[in-house]
């Protein structure tokens, strides 16, 4: 089965919607032999951008606004919320265009995160329609959930997503994808790790969040970027980042929290809002939001 035919039965612009971004998927995907580089800008954040990380956002944003399906769009590549004035649509949409860009030069997995909404797309992810990734590996596949269960996709020689696997559900696994420096670690948080390590939890941490969490998807687990001494807010987008992926593993049986509740019952005040990260198995989560409360 095909990503078009297993959406059928999804309200059209939201299925035109996935079905845009995935073609554009195909595209990024045949950029990363020509767009090695960085380019000479920055974003919000003050990082430097990929070169495919200007790219990707551009090409997204103007099928997005091309196709008038979509009113309001919101990038991580960019400082403001975008509103399409000639759309009839009231979908909002967040992308993260190529997170994980800098390990593009080492040539490890990167990906495309995006939210989807009806209407305010500061809204939490209790509220959201869905969300999807592509993830540029060995494989690209395209993972989506639209509260019908999480299915995957994969990119096969004749350039069809053809479905991998229908109504993921997370595992219990024993890995743990443990962002920040172990020095800066906040006391609950050290508790947590090392519990974990007494537990023969295995480390794999990439650097790549949309590929970490894949793997805790599949594999179970937890993956974690925490507050961490100077910042209590972490490291990861709320918006870009946060809510798409928790919302994935949350709808495949796992959780999300900021490690004191439910992350998907927080509203964003901004596009750049920073948010602590706990997504995996329910078990993992309990576990530091129980210590949080000692
Ligand atoms: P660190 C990539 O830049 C990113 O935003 C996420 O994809 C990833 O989880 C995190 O930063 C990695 O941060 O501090 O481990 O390099």
Redesign the pocket.
Known sequence: MNLETHLAGQAEDVKQVILRISDVAKTIRGGFATRQGASDASNVYG?QQAAMDVWADELLISELRDSGLVRYVASEERPDMLTFQDSTSDLGVTIDPL?????IGVNLA?GTIVGIYRGNLLSPGNEMLGAMYILYGPLTTLTYSLREGVHEFALNDRGVFCLQEENITIPEGKIY?P???RRDYLPAHRAFIEKLEEEGYKLR?S??????VHQILHKGGV?T?PPFAGNERG???LLF?AIPMGFIVSQAGGSASDGRRDLLSIKPEEVTQRVPVYIGGKREIELIVNMNKE
């Open positions: 990082e997170d994980g860009s800098s390990l990167v994808a962002g920040a420096l941490y650097g790549s969040f949309v590929a970490d993956f970027y490291k990861l987008r980042e």
